[in-house]
């Protein structure tokens, strides 16, 4: 009985794909992996749900990319504060900073006033050519909340 219950307990904090039907369909990749409560949130460019990177500049693509990571974070129950830790990739590290206040008003608008441990990364390309910024991050969310996926 002892191992039946250890079986149920590894299965149930078995890794499972978090993929919200809101956002481009994931070939090859997952938009999130869940395991236990820590949801790993994969890469987000400034792609819409057609695939296409948004048009304009540094702040509509913060915008999108932000946008998708909140879309996989909120399928699995999660919300803003649950964020521990986002890496930005950025193209263009200048024309961020450039932006930093218009950014900063996006990031409170959609997630409110808290901010996880952060690091910015300057890269020399992205997987889309038209892509300037990809982030990707980490969540812990509560039980109560949690919403875990279908295998």
Request: negative net charge; aromatic residues 8%; without cysteine.
């Amino acid at each position: 009985m002892a191992h039946d219950s250890m079986f149920t307990t590894v299965h149930s904090h078995a890794p499972v794909a978090v993929n919200p039907p809101t956002l481009a369909a994931p070939s090859g990749y997952s938009h999130g992996t869940l395991s236990g409560n820590t949801l790993y949130l994969g890469g987000q460019t400034a792609l819409d749900a057609d695939m296409r990177i948004v048009p304009g500049g540094i702040v509509e693509q913060f915008r999108q990319a932000f946008g998708n990571v909140l879309a996989t974070l909120a399928y699995a129950g999660g919300v803003p504060s649950d964020l521990v830790s986002i890496t930005i990739y950025l193209t263009d590290i200048p024309d961020y900073q450039a932006h930093g206040k218009e950014i900063g008003a996006v990031w409170r608008e959609l997630a409110g006033p808290t901010y996880p441990a952060m690091a910015g990364i300057g890269t020399t390309a992205l997987w889309q050519p038209e892509a300037m910024i990809e982030i990707v991050g980490v969540a812990v969310i509560p039980d109560e909340r949690l919403n875990r996926p279908e295998r």
